[in-house]
């Protein structure tokens, strides 16, 4: 039997006017999960507008920086997604929740400036598999609506990837997408889509989950290295999967 706590949590931009408690299911199931448990594909929407992405990042890669699991270290285990140059602008690309869930953080995103409204890093725990949590990086929200404590459907527009930075004068290269299986495991989120949904990629030039992924023992025979976050060297493997 799964056992509930509350987990207070607090959004900067929020500090003066509200402390959510979200209740987040941790059951104890999750805690004894055997290290080749069955990974759940039940993500039936895209988080983007896929049309207008050039390249993605691949799982494990050493694009970016490490952000590793309990597991694994010095890889990034997320995918950063390239749009193409001509839509790489603010309120251009359409970020949609992935699952129906709810938010459970709200927080600045780093790298530039962040206001009330932009460049956040948003977290979204599934209401079907409630372990996971699909965690989306450099976000305008499409409105002060979006919070913790909200609930969210599945391809429901929540804003748009923060893509110009006026502090820096800088034009980001990507936007990201991360999850977290028991907010301790790291997956792919290309392990956690549908066929059907996977489809739309295989339209795009793809022809297995796998073009978007290093193994865990391919990364192992040809390791990144790092100092603290950042990676050091140049990545042995292809970091990129480009979509035609």
Same mark, same amino acid.
């Given at each position: 039997m799964?056992v509930?706590?509350?987990?207070?949590?607090?959004?900067?931009?929020?500090?003066?006017?509200?402390?959510?408690?979200?209740?987040?299911?941790?059951?104890?199931?999750?805690?004894?999960?055997?290290?080749?448990?069955k990974?759940?594909?039940?993500?039936?929407?895209d988080?983007?507008?896929?049309?207008?992405?050039?390249?993605?990042?691949?799982?494990r890669?050493?694009?970016?920086?490490?952000y590793?699991?309990?597991?694994?270290?010095?890889?990034s285990?997320?995918?950063?997604?390239?749009?193409?140059? #001509?839509?790489?602008?603010?309120?251009?690309?359409?970020?949609?929740?992935?699952?129906?869930?709810?938010?459970? #953080?709200?927080?600045?995103?780093?790298?530039?400036?962040?206001?009330?409204?932009?460049?956040?890093?948003?977290?979204?725990?599934?209401?079907?598999?409630?372990a996971?949590?699909?965690?989306l990086?450099?976000?305008?929200?499409?409105?002060s609506?979006?919070?913790?404590?909200?609930?969210?459907s599945?391809? #429901?527009?929540?804003?748009?990837?923060r893509?110009?930075?006026?502090?820096?004068?800088?034009?980001?290269?990507?936007?990201?997408?991360?999850?977290?299986?028991?907010?301790?495991?790291?997956?792919?989120?290309?392990?956690?889509m549908?066929?059907?949904?996977? #489809?739309?990629?295989?339209?795009?030039?793809?022809?297995?989950?796998d073009?978007?992924?290093?193994?865990?023992?391919?990364?192992?025979?040809?390791?990144?290295?790092?100092?603290?976050?950042?990676?050091?060297?140049?990545?042995?493997?292809?970091?990129?999967?480009?979509?035609?």
């Amino acid at each position: 039997m799964s056992v509930c706590m509350k987990r207070k949590i607090l959004s900067a931009s929020w500090v003066l006017t509200a402390v959510f408690s979200v209740m987040v299911c941790i059951g104890c199931d999750y805690d004894n999960l055997p290290e080749n448990d069955k990974i759940y594909r039940f993500v039936t929407k895209d988080f983007t507008q896929l049309e207008k992405i050039d390249r993605i990042s691949k799982f494990r890669s050493g694009e970016g920086h490490d952000y590793s699991d309990s597991s694994e270290t010095c890889r990034s285990m997320k995918h950063y997604y390239d749009p193409k140059s #001509e839509y790489k602008t603010n309120n251009e690309i359409e970020i949609y929740s992935p699952v129906d869930g709810i938010i459970t #953080e709200l927080a600045d995103s780093g790298h530039g400036a962040s206001g009330e409204l932009i460049n956040k890093r948003i977290h979204i725990q599934s209401s079907e598999y409630q372990a996971y949590v699909f965690v989306l990086f450099h976000i305008d929200l499409l409105s002060s609506n979006v919070t913790p404590g909200k609930k969210v459907s599945a391809g #429901e527009h929540i804003g748009y990837a923060r893509m110009y930075y006026p502090d820096l004068d800088e034009t980001a290269a990507n936007f990201d997408i991360a999850v977290q299986i028991d907010y301790r495991k790291k997956v792919s989120f290309f392990d956690v889509m549908t066929d059907e949904l996977f #489809e739309s990629y295989i339209a795009r030039g793809a022809t297995s989950r796998d073009d978007f992924i290093i193994s865990k023992e391919e990364r192992d025979a040809a390791p990144m290295t790092c100092d603290g976050e950042w990676f050091t060297g140049s990545d042995p493997l292809e970091s990129y999967f480009d979509l035609n």
